[in-house]
């Protein structure tokens, strides 16, 4: 997550602008720097954040929230922007809806599940990256006529799985909106080898649910949710169709090799038509609402609306793809 805090100048976008480090943790126990021309020339090419990140919950400490209030103003802030998904943008949202918070949000994360916004910054580098490795693994796949089972993130939402696994031509999809059968998994690869397919991919959410069994569950964070890296669903998976079908199967986890690198032009381009807007959303005072995407237009939506209902993908476009697996 990363932050940038406006004080208001003269001039609509002559504003002097304080990052702050490291998301909340950074204004709950203070740690800031400049954000001037200089500290944001020649980033548009990298991944990540150049202000750190962290997974931390003021809402999950003994007074945090009130905390933030406080030393925003000892820190002189007149708004603040929250880049960042569901957990950073509903800390925003409850904060603004708690104190009247100055806040304005921006949807930057890879699992494209905030509502309001066509898409994240960031959700479509992620997808690349993924299909690229499905591109590689096909090799090994065919080659060796093995299973893979390729890992992606997507906790509550199969938004990278499936646009990955359509993109890169996988066999079998899974995402965690539609509880699948191990077995099902099975029956299909089954049916590829009887039809002279010898290998197939199966690309997989890393939330996915299964009906006929479970992975073992991980760790909490601050936000409450299962620490995913610690439970290799694809592991569990791959496992099982060896035992089901007797082939050889591999799993490999794309982990966060998909939330780093060099980010698309889409996502460059994105982002910095969001940033824009946030700036204007500061300008005219227009807080509690994050700016979003809706065809080629940037809009704004109320945070409340963004982090209510996680955007999760609709039934009717997973049955879309179904025509192209298998
Ligand atoms: O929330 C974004 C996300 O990329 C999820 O898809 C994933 O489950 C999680 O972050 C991983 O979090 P961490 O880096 O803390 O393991």
């Known amino acids: 997550m990363i932050r940038a805090v406006v004080r208001t100048g003269a001039s609509r976008y002559g504003h002097e602008h304080l990052g702050i480090l490291h998301g909340w943790r950074g204004i709950i126990e203070p740690e800031t720097r400049p954000l001037d021309r200089a500290a944001v020339g020649g980033i548009l090419h990298l991944g990540g954040t150049i202000l750190r990140s962290s997974r ?15 030393n925003a103003k000892k820190l002189g802030l007149d708004a603040l922007v929250a880049i960042g998904g569901e957990d950073t943008l509903g ?7 708690d104190f009247g918070f100055p806040v304005v949000g921006v949807p930057k994360t890879i699992d494209n599940d905030l509502s309001g916004t066509d898409y994240t910054f960031g959700f479509w580098t992620a997808v690349q990256i993924a299909v690229e490795a499905i591109d590689r693994l096909h090799t090994t796949a065919d080659s060796h006529d093995r299973v893979m089972v390729v890992e ?7 938004w990278i799985a499936l646009e990955s696994g359509l993109a890169g031509g996988a066999d079998a999809i899974l995402i965690p909106e539609v509880p699948t059968a191990v077995e099902r998994v099975a029956e299909l690869v089954n049916q590829r080898e009887a039809q002279g397919r010898h290998f197939s991919i199966v690309v997989i959410s890393e939330g996915v649910q299964f009906t006929d069994g479970s992975a073992d569950s991980g760790e909490l964070d601050e936000f409450g949710h299962v620490q995913l890296a610690n439970v290799s669903v694809g592991d569990f998976l791959a496992r099982r169709i060896r035992e089901l079908t007797g082939k050889e199967a591999r799993a490999v986890v794309l982990g966060h090799t998909q939330r780093g690198g060099t980010p698309l032009a889409f996502d460059r381009a994105l ?14 005072g227009l807080f509690g609402r994050m700016a979003a995407v809706r065809g080629d237009r940037v809009i704004d939506v109320p945070l409340a609306e963004a982090v209510g209902t996680l955007k999760t993908v609709p039934p009717e476009m997973f049955r879309d793809a179904e025509p192209f697996l298998g």
């Open 152 to 158: 992606v993130m997507g906790r509550h939402a199969g």
């Open 271 to 284: 982002a910095t038509r969001f940033g824009v807007h946030a700036a204007d959303m500061v300008a005219d």
């Open 91 to 97: 800390v925003a949202n409850r904060l603004h809806a």
């Open 56 to 70: 931390t919950n003021p809402y999950s400490r003994d007074g945090g929230p009130r905390l933030v209030v406080e």
